[in-house]
């Protein structure tokens, strides 16, 4: 390898918690930067288990798009740079007003939206949402 | 940015519906182009909301099967330049008929299939399938 | 396409069972290689259907993981180039013990962890997880 901007590198924001298992919060290798799925967690406090900001999938969803956006800076990007993001809900019946925040959230944040895939999972007890993206660098 | 060629952009086919979101159904950004996930729904109607093809899984697949390849075109792509698609079903049972439906369409639209994985989750009411495909351009 | 390193391959290895409709176990084009959706089916035996090599969640994970690695190599890379782990699993209540035999399996396996996305959904009966893997080779 003779091209360094290939070296795989992990993204590790200050404020995000340590991850529960060998992953690394955030990766990037050349110009792809991949952010690990995020939850409504709040910033790290030392000692403290990680605990999602609140109950609502407003106070989650709009946590959970910060702590993506944190993975995403750190790593050198930013939202414009997104190509791709996973969605994850537990119930159809929060998809209207998970947009509705979404559209929110992104309004003056991106010029040209990212593609997007939304389902419905099981997610740990307290958790609402879950959101990964995937970014291409200049 | 000096290489055009990284510049992100849009991928919207006239026939898609307008997203419920502030999300683009594809976006390129250098050889990457992401497809966001597809579902059954017919051609655009303008004054009408968007509408699955039919009940039926096979009507839905080939349909979502089109409605990925509108987004790969429309990006310059097509699916020889797929790489990976990304099934997703609500019936465990459904997974026979759904392979037979998705061989039936690729045979003479691909030399080399992409890569898939299939899981099975919840979706809107109606919907039987989504389908989403990240594309490596030459 | 006047460079070779862009075109698209399959990528098969010989311990694979036929895939049950037309995709690739994996596939890379250019720098990018995409692992398919993998679960623990030991290694392929002629005449005999895929079969998972445990009812258990440990066996499953860790042969899930080497099926994972055996596309990596046959395409010429490792773990190490690894950027993204997506990791479906049928039931919250296996997140523990998931980890403890994802953290076993990766001890000495890699320097930088890949970022990675776990959630809960339908698996065909008798699977309790299935992994896919994004890499970026050097």
Known sequence: MTDTAAAKTAVTPATHTTPPARFSHGVRKGNILQVAGQ????????GR???PVGPGLREQTLQTLENVA????EGGA??????????YL???????EFN???DEYFTDRVTVPAA???VYVGLPAGLLVEIDALAVLD
């Not at 939202?79 to 996973?86: H, P």
């Not at 537990?90 to 209207?96: C, N, P, S, V």
């Open 100 to 102: 509705a925040v979404y």
């Open 39 to 46: 939850v409504g967690f709040g910033p790290a406090v030392a």
């Open 49 to 51: 288990p990680p605990t």
């Open 116 to 118: 997007r895939t939304t």
């Open 78 to 87: 930013s939202w414009e740079d997104a190509v791709m993001v996973r969605v």
């Open 90 to 96: 537990t119930d159809t019946d929060h998809f209207a």
């Open 70 to 73: 944190s993975v995403l800076e």
